[in-house]
C-alpha cells in the first residue's frame, strides 16, 4: 500500500508537469524546417536524421516551460568511423578527421572539426533557408505560425510566433555529430560542440547518447522524479542546476537500477541524496566520461549555499515516506 508521501509525490509530479498541448505544433515546424533544410544539396550530403531530446521528448517538462523544444540534428561524415577522438586541454573532445577522404566545410587546416567553422556552417544554411522559404508553417486550419532564427551559442533557435493568442514556441536545433566510442557497447554515439571558458573552444565536443536517454525515461517513476528534482530545485532557488545535471546524475550514479526495486518515494529520496552528495563533493561526473566535472563552472560559493539548502531538505524530505499523517500542503511546500 503506497504511502501518504508517495501518493503526493505523483499527484505533485503530474500537476506541475507539461499535457504536451503543443507537440502537433511542434512537429508540424519541425518537420517543415528540416525539409527545407534538405533542399540544400551540401546540407543533404551530412543530414541523416532528426528527433527531439530534453525534457520535452522526455515527457518531463515543467508546466511553466511548456513550448520549450530540443531537436538532434544528426550529421553523418561520409566514413564517420575514422573520426578519431582525442582529448583537448579542458576534459572535453577533439575531432580528428585526417583519414576522412573528403574536405568537410566544418574542418579547419589542423584537420580537426572547427566548432565555429559548424556553427557557421549551419548558420548559413538556416539564413538561407529564411531567405529562400516560406517561413510561415499552417499546423491547422486557423493556426499559423511566423518563424525567425538566432544562433544562441551551441543552438541554432527558431522562434515561431502564432496569429493568434497562443504560446511563442521555441526549438534549439543542436547539431551532432556521428562517432564511434571505442570500447562501448552502446550504439549510436555522437558529439556536439560545447564552448566553455579558458578552452580550446574551437575544438571540443561532448560525448552524447540522447536516445538511450529516453529509453532510459520510459519508465515512470524514473520521469516523475526528474520532475520533481526540478521542481525542487526552481522552489530552493538552485539556478545553477540544470536538467543535463540531473540527467547525468540519474545515468552516472546508475540510479536506473535503483529504481528497478524501489517505489517513487525511495528513488525521489535517493536522487536527492546523491545531488547533495555531488555538491558537497564539487564534482559531479559527465554520464558518459569520468574526466569531466559537470559542476567546474560553478563556484565554490555557490556550491557551498547549495550545500546547506539540499543538506536541509533531506534531512527533512528523508523522514516523510514514515509519516501516516503527512498532510499534501506540507509536501507541496518544497515543491512551490
Not at 551559442?153 to 504560446?167: C, E, Q, Y
Not at 563552472?297 to 503527512?326: F, G, H, M, P, R
Request: with cysteine; net charge negative.
Amino acid at each position: 500500500m503506497s504511502t501518504p508521501f508517495e501518493c503526493y509525490l505523483e499527484d505533485i509530479a503530474d500537476d506541475y508537469s507539461d499535457t504536451g498541448e503543443y507537440w502537433p505544433s511542434f512537429k508540424a515546424i519541425k518537420e517543415h524546417v528540416v525539409q527545407r533544410l534538405n533542399y540544400d544539396y551540401e546540407f543533404r550530403s551530412y543530414f541523416k536524421d532528426s528527433f527531439p531530446f530534453g525534457p520535452a521528448a522526455h515527457g518531463t517538462q515543467l508546466y511553466g516551460d511548456r513550448g520549450k523544444f530540443s531537436v538532434t540534428l544528426e550529421l553523418e561524415i561520409p566514413h564517420y568511423k575514422e573520426i578519431a577522438l582525442y582529448g583537448n586541454n579542458d576534459e572535453y573532445l577533439k575531432l580528428c578527421v585526417e583519414n576522412v577522404p573528403h574536405n568537410l566545410p566544418m574542418e579547419d587546416d589542423c584537420h580537426y572539426i572547427n566548432r565555429w567553422f559548424l556553427q557557421q556552417w549551419l548558420k548559413d544554411k538556416f539564413l538561407d533557408l529564411l531567405k529562400s522559404s516560406n517561413m510561415s508553417v499552417a499546423v491547422s486550419y486557423c493556426q499559423t505560425f511566423s518563424l525567425s532564427y538566432q544562433l544562441r551559442g551551441m543552438r541554432h533557435t527558431i522562434f515561431a510566433k502564432p496569429n493568434s493568442d497562443s504560446k511563442e514556441l521555441i526549438i534549439d536545433f543542436v547539431p551532432a555529430i556521428k562517432v564511434v566510442k571505442q570500447d562501448s557497447s552502446i550504439d549510436f554515439w555522437h558529439a556536439i560542440p560545447k564552448l566553455m571558458p579558458d578552452s580550446q573552444a574551437n575544438y571540443s565536443f561532448m560525448m552524447s547518447n540522447t536516445r538511450y536517454e529516453k529509453t532510459l525515461l520510459e519508465d515512470n517513476d524514473l520521469k516523475n522524479v526528474m520532475i520533481l528534482m526540478q521542481l525542487l530545485c526552481h522552489a530552493k532557488g538552485l539556478t545553477k542546476i540544470r536538467y543535463y545535471h540531473l540527467m547525468n546524475l540519474v545515468l552516472a550514479k546508475k540510479i536506473d537500477f535503483f529504481a528497478t526495486e524501489h517505489s517513487l518515494q525511495y528513488i525521489f529520496v535517493e536522487i536527492l541524496r546523491e545531488l547533495y552528495n555531488a555538491i558537497y563533493d564539487e564534482h559531479l561526473p559527465h554520464c558518459w566520461d569520468d574526466d569531466i566535472n559537470l559542476l567546474s563552472n560553478i563556484s565554490s560559493k555557490v556550491l557551498s549555499d547549495y550545500e546547506i539548502i539540499l543538506d536541509k531538505a533531506y534531512d527533512t524530505l528523508s523522514t516523510y515516506s514514515d509519516q501516516e499523517n503527512l498532510s499534501y500542503a506540507r509536501c507541496l511546500s518544497h515543491f512551490e
